[in-house]
């Protein structure tokens, strides 16, 4: 059915070349049609995944998707109903049974052919992410290449779970075979959509499991986009996307037909997911917040370390959960790095803006709350003593009233009780603190609730390496911060979270029931 206009907000005839076409049930064509002619209200020309069949929300229900860097709608998404999940979760079941089923190398084959179509419309997905989260459009290309990237790599051996034997003598042996749970929930934050969607979709579907994805309200598109390139890759009922509210993901957590939740987003939020599912002892994959420290030895070259740690605190605007959000600096040198990283921030000012523009760094905060939060944050800095070295304010790069834009902000002066180095800012603002012995450093480093990654910068690489080992962290870097690993574990310990994903067969086997074979040998 080709009905829609690429804006979403009103049908057209005749149809234009890049309306959507797709197939649907006569009863859903006949409610689509009565909304669209009948009704005024905004409609969506991007489908949800349900069962393999790419429909809309039953009740016709859209939701707005908002450019951060204007604060308008751009575009419209459906808004699922608890019907719709019901539909999505039995739809998963029932593929369930064949999937679990499907030898590896058609599940590997499955998951390339959905790397290879996503690859066809890598930049239409681009623009898309750019105008839903903000970052700039070098940056959403790289998540989109990242996307594409990760399926060939579970696509490959790393992505396989061979039974093992544990154990051979006269008289048995033992193996250890690995099964898949079932129907997996997987719910993802605004940050990094289709990075997260990639995290919940393939080490589900790559260990036999089926899943059900609901992306963040705030950065809902691209993830939905997901839905008609999943069709094309697997079975039907394998992969279904909803998109929806925050009552969305509760209804997810609380199905009693949902037998694993991945979910990354907030600490908070993480625990409540946590007690919810305690009634059923769900299995739970929790990526969380992160506070992360940044520990200058005495005698580092601050000329040459300043920008990389500036650049680790503000890729993505500051929202990154793995970002740099404190920097403890030797008294000696704490001038120095303050001014080194203020001038940083000064001249990257120029090179905030949209992300669909040439020449831009950085993008708008993704929400008005996340703004509030962080510009909150500074205030409190400020009022209770903190130095603001740069920044400290909105910005309207746009000269047109720009939307969500804070500027590269470096505080200074300020000590560990304060709310900014205490709480995860999640946004361009950067404290910097002083300390006087590397035990006082590390100590203070680790007195936060929050565990997921930390960086040491030093011309001694074996005694930053001493220092990093100490940090209780569940990532760690020398000389540098954010890079990652397809290979490596990612995860935290204490607030920042429960399990690993990523990494190989640690990351697997967190979607996975282990079984113990006991085999007698013959005599």
Same mark, same amino acid.
């Given at each position: 059915?080709?009905?829609?206009?690429?804006? /979403?907000?009103?049908?057209?005839?005749?149809?234009?070349?890049?309306?959507?076409?797709?197939?649907? !049930?006569?009863?859903?064509?006949?409610?689509?049609?009565? +909304?669209?002619?009948?009704?005024?209200?905004?409609?969506?020309?991007?489908?949800?995944?349900? *069962?393999?069949?790419?429909?809309?929300?039953?009740?016709?229900?859209?939701?707005?998707?908002?450019?951060?860097?204007?604060?308008?709608?751009?575009?419209?998404?459906?808004?699922? !109903?608890?019907?719709?999940?019901?539909?999505?979760?039995?739809?998963?079941? +029932?593929?369930?049974?064949?999937? !679990?089923?499907?030898?590896?190398?058609?599940?590997?084959?499955?998951?390339?052919?959905?790397?290879?179509?996503?690859?066809?419309? @890598?930049?239409?997905?681009?623009?898309?992410?750019?105008?839903?989260? %903000?970052?700039?459009?070098?940056?959403?290309?790289?998540?989109?290449?990242?996307?594409? !990237?990760?399926?060939?790599?579970?696509?490959?051996?790393?992505?396989?779970?061979?039974?093992?034997?544990?154990?051979?003598?006269?008289?048995?042996?033992?193996?250890?075979?690995?099964?898949?749970?079932?129907?997996?929930?997987?719910?993802?934050?605004?940050?990094?959509?289709?990075?997260?969607?990639?995290?919940?979709?393939?080490?589900?579907?790559?260990?036999?499991?089926?899943?059900?994805?609901?992306?963040?309200?705030?950065?809902?598109?691209?993830?939905?986009?997901?839905?008609?390139?999943?069709?094309?890759?697997?079975?039907?009922?394998?992969?279904?996307?909803?998109?929806?509210? #925050? +009552?969305?993901? +509760?209804?997810?957590?609380?199905?009693?037909?949902?037998?694993?939740?991945?979910?990354?987003?907030?600490?908070?939020?993480?625990?409540?997911?946590?007690?919810?599912?305690?009634?059923?002892?769900?299995?739970?994959?929790?990526?969380?917040?992160?506070?992360?420290?940044?520990?200058?030895?005495?005698?580092?070259?601050?000329?040459?370390?300043?920008?990389?740690?500036?650049?680790?605190?503000?890729?993505?605007?500051?929202?990154?959960?793995?970002?740099?959000?404190?920097?403890?600096?030797?008294?000696?040198?704490?001038?120095?790095?303050?001014?080194?990283?203020?001038?940083?921030?000064?001249? @990257?000012?120029?090179?905030?803006?949209?992300?669909?523009?040439?020449?831009?760094?950085?993008?708008?905060?993704?929400?008005?709350?996340?703004?509030?939060?962080?510009?909150?944050?500074?205030?409190?800095?400020?009022?209770?003593? =903190?130095?603001?070295?740069?920044?400290?304010?909105?910005?309207?790069?746009? =000269?047109?009233? %720009?939307?969500?834009?804070?500027?590269?902000?470096?505080?200074? #002066?300020?000590?560990? #009780?304060?709310?900014?180095?205490?709480?995860?800012?999640? %946004?361009?603002?950067?404290?910097?603190?002083?300390?006087?012995?590397?035990?006082?450093?590390?100590?203070?480093?680790?007195?936060?609730?929050?565990?997921?990654?930390?960086?040491?910068? *030093?011309?001694?690489?074996?005694?930053?390496?001493?220092?990093?080992?100490?940090?209780?962290?569940?990532?760690?870097?020398?000389?540098?911060?954010?890079?990652? @690993?397809?290979?490596?574990?990612?995860?935290?310990?204490?607030? @920042? /979270?429960?399990?690993?994903?990523?990494?190989?067969?640690?990351?697997?086997?967190?979607?996975?029931?282990?079984?113990?074979?006991?085999?007698?040998?013959?005599?």
């Amino acid at each position: 059915l080709k009905l829609f206009a690429g804006s /979403g907000t009103r049908p057209c005839f005749p149809p234009r070349a890049h309306c959507a076409c797709y197939t649907m !049930s006569g009863r859903r064509l006949s409610t689509l049609l009565n +909304q669209c002619l009948v009704s005024a209200a905004p409609v969506t020309s991007h489908p949800i995944l349900i *069962g393999g069949e790419l429909t809309f929300a039953e009740a016709g229900k859209v939701s707005p998707v908002i450019n951060p860097a204007t604060g308008e709608a751009f575009d419209y998404v459906p808004d699922a !109903s608890k019907a719709d999940l019901e539909r999505a979760i039995a739809a998963a079941k +029932q593929a369930f049974v064949s999937w !679990s089923q499907t030898p590896f190398t058609e599940r590997a084959t499955a998951v390339l052919r959905f790397g290879e179509e996503l690859e066809k419309r @890598s930049e239409e997905f681009a623009v898309n992410l750019t105008k839903e989260q %903000g970052k700039p459009l070098w940056a959403a290309k790289g998540e989109v290449a990242g996307f594409v !990237s990760l399926c060939k790599h579970f696509a490959g051996p790393e992505g396989e779970l061979k039974p093992e034997v544990v154990e051979v003598n006269d008289k048995r042996r033992v193996e250890v075979h690995y099964f898949p749970r079932g129907v997996v929930g997987g719910i993802t934050p605004w940050n990094f959509p289709l990075d997260m969607a990639c995290n919940k979709i393939l080490p589900a579907v790559i260990t036999g499991n089926t899943v059900i994805v609901k992306p963040s309200p705030y950065t809902p598109l691209t993830t939905v986009m997901l839905s008609a390139v999943a069709a094309k890759a697997f079975p039907a009922g394998v992969v279904n996307i909803l998109s929806g509210g #925050d +009552q969305l993901g +509760q209804m997810i957590v609380e199905h009693p037909d949902i037998k694993h939740v991945s979910f990354t987003g907030s600490a908070a939020t993480g625990k409540r997911i946590v007690a919810t599912g305690a009634p059923q002892l769900k299995k739970v994959t929790l990526e969380l917040g992160g506070n992360d420290a940044a520990i200058v030895l005495p005698g580092t070259n601050v000329k040459k370390a300043a920008p990389k740690i500036f650049g680790g605190a503000m890729f993505n605007t500051g929202q990154v959960c793995i970002a740099i959000k404190r920097v403890f600096v030797h008294e000696s040198q704490y001038d120095q790095m303050v001014d080194a990283l203020a001038d940083r921030a000064q001249k @990257s000012m120029p090179h905030v803006g949209d992300g669909l523009k040439e020449g831009t760094m950085w993008g708008p905060l993704n929400n008005k709350a996340q703004l509030e939060r962080v510009e909150g944050l500074v205030e409190d800095a400020r009022k209770t003593g =903190g130095r603001i070295a740069a920044g400290g304010k909105r910005m309207q790069p746009t =000269g047109k009233g %720009g939307a969500y834009f804070y500027e590269p902000t470096i505080v200074a #002066d300020v000590d560990d #009780d304060t709310r900014i180095v205490k709480e995860e800012q999640f %946004g361009p603002a950067l404290p910097v603190l002083r300390y006087k012995t590397v035990d006082e450093a590390v100590a203070r480093a680790n007195n936060s609730e929050y565990g997921l990654g930390g960086s040491v910068w *030093g011309d001694d690489l074996e005694e930053a390496s001493k220092v990093a080992l100490r940090l209780e962290s569940g990532m760690t870097w020398i000389n540098d911060h954010l890079s990652l @690993s397809e290979s490596a574990p990612f995860g935290g310990v204490k607030s @920042s /979270g429960v399990g690993r994903e990523r990494g190989g067969k640690v990351g697997l086997l967190e979607f996975v029931e282990s079984k113990s074979l006991y085999v007698p040998i013959k005599k």
